[in-house]
Structures are given as C-alpha cells and as structure tokens.
C-alpha cells in the first residue's frame, strides 16, 4: 500500500478548509484548490483564524499552529493538484460540476493517486 504524504483537496469553501485543517493538522502536506487562488488563499485565511480561537483558548500551541499552516500550499486549481497522493473533492453539491471535477482531477492527478 502506498504512503500518502500529499492530500490534494478542491474546493476551499467551509467543508473543504475543515478538510484541510484537520489533515494539515494530522501532519500531511495539504494542496489547497478552489476556482482560482485568491479562493484557496480565503480558504486558508479561514484556517488560521480557526487555529488561532484553538491558540486563544489553550487547545493548540501557537507553534503547532504555524507548523499546520505551513504545509497547507494554495494553487491556482485543479492542475496543480498532480503531485498529491490522494485527493478529496469539496465542491459545490452540484452532480454536473462534480462529474467535470472528476474528470479534470483524472487527468490532474498521478496514476497511482
């Protein structure tokens, strides 16, 4: 079995930045995609506002914080999620969009993700 160390996630909305805490937080390199970059860096943006109420409160350090943020890379979309290992959609509940993500994440992705 393969080793996942790059979860790719699309979309950067509420279900998919909570994707991409909890993974980042986990350990894994996270790649962040939305319809285009400044989504994905609002998405992040949210994150870390998350992380910090769990700073404010004493649930996380501030170290672990900026450790979890750093793995999380923004990219402009889905081309740019190649490199992950395993790929998790979090788009809009729309069938037909979720048909042409899947499609674009087939050709994104490595055969073996």
């Not at 890379?73 to 081309?79: K, M, N």
């Given at each position: 079995m393969k080793?996942?160390?790059i979860i790719g996630v699309l979309g950067a909305g509420q279900m998919g930045g909570g994707i991409?805490?909890?993974a980042a937080a986990a350990g894994y390199r996270v790649l962040l995609a939305d319809t285009d970059k400044q989504r994905a860096e609002a998405g992040k943006g949210r994150i870390d506002t998350f992380m910090q109420r769990s700073v404010d409160k004493g649930k996380m350090e501030a170290a672990d914080k900026?450790?979890?943020?750093?793995?999380?890379?923004?990219?402009?979309?889905?081309?740019d999620l190649g490199e992950s290992d395993f790929a998790i959609e979090a788009a809009t509940e729309s069938i037909e969009l979720k048909k042409r993500l899947f499609r674009s994440l087939d050709r994104a992705l490595k055969k073996d993700a």
């Open positions: 080793t996942i160390e991409a805490h909890v900026q450790a979890a943020l750093d793995r999380i890379t923004c990219v402009d979309g889905i081309e």
